[in-house]
Structure formats: structure tokens, C-alpha cells
């Protein structure tokens, strides 16, 4: 699997990494920091991930986590059980908000 920050980030992303870049920085570092500390492999993380942005109904994050579970190479099916996982926990018109936005982001990805 390939590194989860080499996923492209969004355009807004790109503008606050541009003007507060030492700050940028830190968030990084401390992602980095968390996930070298636990047991758990790429891939568990990147759909940990997801589901805490599809649990606190983060749409730029559920579209950041995609892409970043893209390009730690999970497949889309795994991806998309994560956020139909979210019905029976959040319900489901959350679950299917969430569905929306991982399949948005699958869907560019695959173009």
C-alpha cells in the first residue's frame, strides 16, 4: 500500500497549506506520529479513518478518507461497506448521505 498522504488534496486544502504551511506541517507530523504509535496496518487506519469522518458527518473529510483509502489501494467495495456500515449506528439517511460522498469521490477517481 502506498503512503495515505500521497492522496491529492483538495483545492482548499492546497490554500491553507500554502498560507499557514507551518501549521500544515504540525497536522501532518501529528497524523503521522499517531498512526506509527498503534498496531494497526494501513488499511485498518484509512477505513478507521473514514468511519470517524462518515460518524461525525464530515463531508470534506468522508472525501479526503476516500481518497487516501484509494490510494492505499483498498478496493471501492470495501470503501463503500464502510459507509453502509454507518446505517445501523448514525441511520439511514446519514448512512446514505455518506454513501453519496464516498461514491462522488469514488466516481472522479475512476475517470
Same mark, same amino acid.
Given at each position: 500500500?502506498?503512503?495515505?498522504?500521497?492522496?491529492?488534496?483538495?483545492?482548499?486544502?492546497?490554500?491553507?497549506? /500554502?498560507?499557514?504551511?507551518?501549521? *500544515?506541517?504540525? $497536522?501532518? #507530523? !501529528?497524523?503521522? %506520529?499517531?498512526?506509527?504509535?498503534? +498496531?494497526?496496518?494501513?488499511?485498518?487506519?484509512?477505513?478507521?479513518?473514514?468511519?470517524?469522518?462518515?460518524?461525525?458527518?464530515?463531508?470534506?473529510?468522508?472525501?479526503?478518507?476516500?481518497?487516501?483509502?484509494?490510494? /492505499?489501494?483498498?478496493?471501492?467495495? *470495501?470503501?463503500? $461497506?464502510? #459507509? !453502509?456500515?454507518? %446505517?445501523?449506528?448514525?441511520?439511514? +439517511?446519514?448512512?446514505?448521505?455518506?454513501?453519496?460522498?464516498?461514491?462522488?469521490?469514488?466516481?472522479?477517481?475512476?475517470?
Amino acid at each position: 500500500m502506498t503512503n495515505p498522504n500521497d492522496a491529492t488534496p483538495s483545492e482548499h486544502y492546497e490554500r491553507f497549506r /500554502a498560507a499557514y504551511p507551518a501549521i *500544515a506541517d504540525a $497536522h501532518a #507530523a !501529528l497524523g503521522q %506520529a499517531i498512526r506509527a504509535e498503534g +498496531p494497526l496496518d494501513e488499511r485498518s487506519v484509512a477505513l478507521v479513518k473514514l468511519a470517524l469522518a462518515i460518524g461525525a458527518q464530515l463531508e470534506g473529510g468522508v472525501h479526503a478518507h476516500t481518497r487516501r483509502a484509494v490510494a /492505499a489501494g483498498i478496493e471501492r467495495q *470495501a470503501i463503500e $461497506h464502510v #459507509a !453502509l456500515l454507518a %446505517a445501523s449506528t448514525l441511520g439511514f +439517511p446519514r448512512a446514505m448521505a455518506a454513501y453519496a460522498w464516498v461514491c462522488d469521490t469514488l466516481d472522479r477517481a475512476d475517470e
